[in-house]
Structures are given as structure tokens and as C-alpha cells.
């Protein structure tokens, strides 16, 4: 192997080698951020809350319920 600009023919291979690694992980994340870029979900649109109603408030992954202490309606009322 003829040496690259006066690097020696390990240093040529090692700094080719890297190129490519370098190229091949920036092609891996453009497509990666291309793929996201059309999947992003639009935010769901918010529901009117009617006062007059009760609601219950409960984890999805626990199953335990939220309560409020004596029903009290000021602001971190928990």
C-alpha cells in the first residue's frame, strides 16, 4: 500500500476507516431524524371540563385513584 500523504499505511487505513464509521453513523441518524420528522403525532385537542361533574382520576399503570382532602377546590388542594 502506497502511504497517503506521507502518513504511514496503518494511519491511512485507521483514518479511511474512521471516514467511513463517521459517514455511515451520520447517514444512520439523518434518516433516523427524517423518519421521526413524520411521525410526530399532532396534539390532542382539549376537552371542556363541566364544573357540575364528578370526575375520577386514576392511574393508568397503578390503578390508584387521586383524592382531594374535603373536597376543597383551591389551587394545591391535594
Avoid at 439523518?30 to 399532532?42: I, N
Avoid at 370526575?55 to 377546590?73: E, P
Amino acid at each position: 500500500m502506497v502511504a497517503i500523504s506521507g502518513l504511514s499505511p496503518g494511519l491511512a487505513r485507521r483514518r479511511e476507516w474512521l471516514s467511513r464509521v463517521v459517514a455511515a453513523v451520520a447517514a444512520a441518524v439523518g434518516s433516523g431524524a427524517a423518519a421521526l420528522v413524520g411521525v410526530a403525532p399532532s396534539p390532542a385537542p382539549a376537552a371542556p371540563v363541566d364544573t357540575n361533574a364528578w370526575y375520577v382520576l386514576v392511574n393508568r399503570n397503578s390503578g390508584k385513584a387521586l383524592d382531594v382532602y374535603n373536597l376543597a377546590t383551591i389551587a394545591r388542594a391535594l
